[in-house]
């Protein structure tokens, strides 16, 4: 992955909620990167941001060591002018799911205006935890992106599913399900899982069992982010390009908790 260390000044001040990252021509050369690509800031957060040419006079050896980032990257990015961050080129993939919500209390979570966010959004690069700006009735309105998948920078297109969740959410004012245990259902399933577990157990030199388990509990994470789950409820995730099905035994503390980014799920036929 190309990357490189920059300082970190200001850019676009009259375009504070603007995802943007200024960069010298050198710079941009040296990434390989043009005006309008995306990059990736990592401070103490990660953060997306669009390169835009650096327009400020500075020295030559000044030039090659800054990155000029909106107020928006850089609360994004948890840094302040004159730290040190790493720029780098990620692989952005096409997201497939992106989950919002609102800082905003007064706003009707529908399908009309997940729609009309989507639109706006569109071709537009996001990451967990970040705060994206919508201009809704002409005023400049705040989401948080709670889950994507898959992880990591994605660009929002006409096949994402972009899901609004409530204000309350982020304020974690839901009861929460700290976790989830599922059983698989139908033989299928059972065979499907089985194979998993027989893979991970023989190669145990070279797979990591923890990190297994982690992605597919990540995997049902984002996909039920923000909803309610209660016991018997039936849910979903492809293992070997194969659907599996499971269903819900027991939710802690209890059922009709929600999803939240803590919760666990964990698929009982992996660990006996």
């Not at 957060?45 to 669009?50: V, Y």
């Not at 059922?255 to 009982?268: A, E, H, L, Q, R």
Request: aromatic letters at 6%; proline letters at 3%; charged letters at 30%.
């Amino acid at each position: 992955m190309r990357e490189i260390r920059l300082k970190v000044i200001e850019a676009h001040k009259e375009k504070a909620e603007m995802k943007v990252a200024c960069l010298c021509e050198e710079i941009m050369d040296r990434l390989g990167v043009d005006e309008d690509d995306i990059i990736e800031i990592v401070g103490k957060r990660t953060a997306s941001a669009i390169v835009h040419r650096l327009k400020v006079k500075l020295e030559p050896e000044v030039r090659e060591k800054v990155v000029g980032l909106t107020e928006l990257v850089r609360s994004n990015a948890d840094v302040n002018i004159g730290d040190e961050v790493l720029v780098k080129v990620p692989e952005v993939k096409a997201a497939a799911i992106v989950k919002l919500a609102s800082l905003r209390s007064k706003i009707t979570t529908d399908e009309s205006l997940a729609s009309f966010v989507k639109k706006r959004l569109l071709n537009y690069p996001v990451c967990e935890g970040e705060v994206v700006y919508v201009s809704l009735l002409g005023q400049p309105t705040a989401f948080k992106v709670l889950a994507t998948r898959p992880k990591g920078v994605v660009k929002i297109v006409d096949s994402t599913q972009l899901i609004l969740l409530e204000k309350t959410l982020v304020e974690e004012a839901y009861p929460e399900a700290l976790w989830v245990i599922l059983e698989p259902l139908g033989n299928v399933s059972c065979t499907i899982l089985s194979e998993l577990k027989s893979i991970v157990e023989k190669y145990s030199s070279i797979i990591s069992k923890e990190e297994t388990l982690k992605v597919l509990s990540d995997e049902l994470k984002t996909k039920y982010l923000g909803e309610p789950i209660h016991i018997r409820d039936e849910v979903s995730l492809e293992l070997f390009d194969k659907k599996v099905h499971l269903k819900v035994k027991y939710v802690f503390p209890k059922t009709g908790c929600y999803v939240t980014k803590n919760t666990k799920f964990i698929i009982s036929a992996l660990y006996s």
